[in-house]
């Protein structure tokens, strides 16, 4: 989906025209991929634009750079401030969001040690991530032959740039195959997540989802989507995934800041009712709380 430029780019502390927001070609995470990002939205609410879950994902950020032994140079709190400044100067009611951190221009090698960390917070206009009619109509997935990291070859649990080149490869490789998303399994051939959402099933009034142990990352709107499905009055858990629990599920959807919620309707081929009571309700319980319809979420939207 193409990027449509908005008025301003945060960067290292101030706003800057969107073609000035310019790195160095010799700029150290382009080319070792050691950086962290995070993906927000904001939406339209009755008290003007919120960001969903804005302290949540910022925290996540600092907590993906401790793993990759990087020292943010700005505060949590200074992240948060900086964030809402870079969505108010767009003028927009709703908006994707993209803080990165990385190392930057001025060193050369693997060592990171004597690298600067620069940080920028970009945003523009971004529909839904896997169509518009997602929820009703729901997505094809394919199980990728790519195989999620493992835990000691590169932390899945961090949202590391490097990390997505793994995401990337299955991504295509589904799209060139003519399905919407690629499934990705862990070492051990248990269920890890999708290229970028986390996956849900329902077996027998239950809903599972792979634990970060099996590769998943820690998703947020994995737990926005717990937590709502609590106070529906099912019952919500981690737990691993075979392969073939896909393949029999009463029904699957996926879920992430960009794809939002959306229904499965078949995995390799195999068809899931689609959607399923679970994915409608939480579905439309979710777009409530981000746009700050539901009281009980309030505290999640965050205005500026």
């Not at 997935?141 to 299955?170: C, E, F, Q």
């Not at 609590?230 to 981690?238: F, I």
């Amino acid at each position: 989906m193409a990027i449509t430029p908005t008025p301003k780019i945060w960067m290292n502390g101030e706003l800057v025209a969107w073609d000035e927001a310019r790195i160095h070609v010799l700029t150290h995470t382009l080319h070792y991929g050691m950086g962290v990002f995070e993906g927000i939205r904001a939406y339209g609410t009755a008290d003007g634009p919120a960001i969903f879950r804005l302290t949540e994902h910022i925290e996540r950020l600092h907590r993906s750079a401790h793993m990759l032994g990087m020292e943010i140079p700005f505060s949590v709190d200074e992240l948060i401030d900086a964030t809402k400044a870079t969505v108010a100067s767009t003028g927009l009611d709703e908006c994707y969001i993209r803080p990165i951190a990385y190392f930057g221009y001025g060193e050369m090698g693997l060592n990171t040690l004597p690298c600067s960390v620069d940080v920028s917070i970009a945003c523009w206009p971004w529909g839904a991530y896997l169509g518009d009619d997602a929820v009703e109509k729901g997505i094809r997935l394919k199980t990728s032959s790519w195989t999620r990291h493992d835990h000691n070859i590169m932390p899945p649990a961090a949202k590391t740039t490097g990390n997505y080149v793994n995401s990337s490869l299955a991504k295509v490789e589904a799209l060139r195959a003519g399905y919407d998303e690629a499934v990705m399994l862990a070492p051990n051939g248990l269920v890890a997540e999708c290229s970028g959402e986390n996956i849900f099933v329902s077996r027998h009034g239950m809903l599972l989802t792979p634990p970060l142990s099996a590769g998943a990352l820690e998703g947020i709107t994995q737990n926005t989507v717990m937590t709502i499905a609590r106070d529906l009055g099912y019952e919500a858990r981690t737990d691993n995934l075979a392969r073939s629990d896909l393949y029999i599920a009463d029904e699957a959807f996926v879920c992430g800041t960009a794809a939002e919620v959306s229904a499965v309707n078949s995995v390799d081929d195999r068809s899931i009712p689609c959607p399923g009571p679970m994915t409608r309700a939480i579905a439309a319980t979710y777009a409530d709380a981000v746009h700050g319809r539901d009281d009980r979420y309030r505290h999640w939207c965050e205005t500026l």
